[in-house]
């Protein structure tokens, strides 16, 4: 589900073990997973536990959860987890959306999961997050000239769902054009995870249908069209 938001503030808490009653499963699923990929690792992510809502502003208490938890709740689907992240879309001077195309390939906005370098003077500011991201996936520092971003509209699912990431969404407008953003980004993107950005004008979702995507996208950018009318 997305839904508008003006502000969103933070409480991170420290907490025992959420999934001690299926802690065994989840270490067995992931020596498994360990012993077909060497290379796996599992990271500290963060963790939306609770969540109020004042109209348009929203308070989250987060806390630390592993990467391997989460995984095993979108796999195997008997422990809840609404992992943290922020991603945005970009749109450009001439009137497009951006997003982009992964390795898979999969539809998704710019953005990633939160981690230890997205917190100032032990406060978490997802904004951090946004910026580390666009740098990390397609090369582009949004703090600059060119850009300006908003959050706008957070992705939330009921409760009774598992799995179910908690996105901070955020607009990103730039003075570039579309052919413009795939020079920066031909030149100066280090992230091997994606194939290349995609764009498509308000309306015409043609790329949709094309490959798979987040759930949520479709829903995202026909929200935005809605309200621009």
């Known amino acids: 589900m997305i839904t ?12 025992e073990d959420l999934f001690a009653e299926y802690r065994n499963e989840i270490e067995a699923f992931w020596a ?21 809502q004042d109209g348009m502003n929203y308070a989250l208490t987060i806390g630390w959860i592993r990467f391997h938890e989460s995984f095993y709740s979108k796999m195997v689907g008997n422990i809840k987890t609404r992992t943290l992240f922020s991603g945005g879309y970009i749109l450009t001077e001439d009137g497009y959306f951006c997003v982009a195309l992964d390795k ?3 539809i998704n906005l710019i953005g990633g999961v939160a981690s230890a370098d997205d917190f100032t003077d032990g406060q978490y500011d997802p904004e951090l997050c946004l910026i580390r991201e666009f740098k990390e996936e397609i090369g582009m520092d949004i703090t600059d000239e060119h850009f300006c971003y908003k959050l706008r509209y957070i992705r939330t ?8 990431p908690f ?12 052919e413009e953003l795939k020079v920066l980004f031909e030149k100066n993107a280090r992230d091997d995870e994606l194939q290349c950005l995609l764009f498509f004008r308000p309306g015409d979702y043609s790329i949709f249908e094309q490959y798979e995507q987040r759930p949520y996208l ?9 309200e621009s009318k």
Request: hydrophobic fraction near 35%; charged fraction near 30%.
């Open 218 to 226: 479709r829903e995202l950018f026909e929200r935005i069209e809605k």
């Open 104 to 106: 898979r390939p999969t």
């Open 32 to 52: 498994e997973i360990c012993r077909k990929n060497p290379h796996a690792y599992s990271e500290h992510v963060l963790s939306v536990m609770e969540t109020k």
């Open 157 to 164: 699912a009921p409760d009774d769902v598992k799995y179910a």
């Open 4 to 15: 508008a938001v003006n502000n969103v503030t933070f409480t991170l808490i420290e907490h």
């Open 167 to 178: 996105g901070l969404l955020y607009e990103v407008r730039t003075t570039l054009k579309k």
